[in-house]
């Protein structure tokens, strides 16, 4: 499996950003539920966002109403929208899979995700 995730770079406080993922290596990710997670510095990875084969989504509280999950599943592409960026928000994102979560579960713990790919840096300045 591969996950290549793009769209990082630096905003400023308020600004937004676009995560892709692209997905590939498995003949199939209908039933995966794909997320982002999030490191920063001296803290545990967080799972900001996931989403279901069939779209159910979780956010955690930190992001809810500022960032959008979504997924493509004809192209096995998850996209992650951030809008009104904090610095707090400044961390390594990583695109995830759960393997076979089912068509109707988005994953909700960091811990549960089998594969992570590289991540993307996001800085988010005051």
């Known amino acids: 499996v591969q996950l290549q995730a793009s769209g990082g770079g630096l905003v400023q406080a308020g600004g937004s950003l676009r995560l892709s993922c692209a997905a590939s290596g498995r003949s199939s990710f209908s039933r995966d539920s794909m997320g982002w997670l999030r490191q920063a510095p001296g803290k545990e990875r967080e799972n900001v966002a996931a989403i279901s084969w069939n779209e159910n989504t979780y956010y955690a509280d930190s992001v809810k109403g500022r960032f959008t999950i979504s997924r493509d599943n004809a192209k096995n592409t998850v996209y992650l929208q951030m809008n009104s960026l904090k610095p707090e928000d400044t961390a390594v994102y990583y695109c995830?899979?759960?393997?076979?979560?089912?068509?109707?579960?988005?994953?909700?713990?960091?811990?549960?995700?089998?594969?992570w790919g590289q991540g993307t840096q996001v800085t988010v300045s005051s």
């Open positions: 995830a899979v759960d393997f076979e979560a089912g068509p109707f579960v988005p994953t909700t713990r960091a811990t549960a995700y089998d594969y």
